[in-house]
């Protein structure tokens, strides 16, 4: 697949669509290589994992919602290997769901801004 596979609209002439949609998707490749040069899995491992969840039931058919199965996949992987419980992925990601609302505009986001810190 091409970088400009299923990219919608027209771009000028030698542009070529991101690799990422958004800023998130690249976060969890970069954090799924990082992880994986820990030697916290091995790649089959993970190529397992991501398998399992593109397959599930609803995936789209176009592709879009990969980065969300890669996602999923990473928060399963960490789960299984007792890495990070769901339930911390959850509580860690509705903190710094808290800190962007609680963030002025245009200042970054730090986890500190959260006004219900995780115990």
Do not use: I, P
């Given at each position: 697949m091409s970088r400009r596979d299923g990219f919608v609209g027209d771009l000028p002439p030698g542009v070529d669509a991101p690799v990422f949609a958004e800023p998130w998707q690249a976060e969890a490749f970069a954090m799924?290589?990082?992880?994986?040069?820990?030697?916290?899995?091995?790649?089959?491992?993970?190529?397992?994992?991501?398998?399992?969840?593109v397959k599930r039931p609803g995936a789209a058919a176009d592709g879009h919602d990969y980065y969300e199965h890669w996602l999923a996949a990473l928060e399963s992987l960490l789960a299984t290997k007792?890495?990070?419980?769901?339930?911390?992925?959850?509580?860690?990601?509705?903190?710094?769901?808290?800190?962007?609302?609680?963030?002025p505009h245009g200042k970054p986001i730090l986890l500190e801004n959260d006004p219900q810190p995780i115990r």
């Open positions: 799924t290589v990082a992880l994986h040069d820990k030697r916290l899995f091995s790649w089959s491992e993970w190529a397992q994992a991501l398998s399992e969840e007792g890495l990070a419980a769901k339930s911390d992925v959850d509580a860690m990601a509705e903190a710094w769901e808290r800190a962007a609302h609680a963030t």
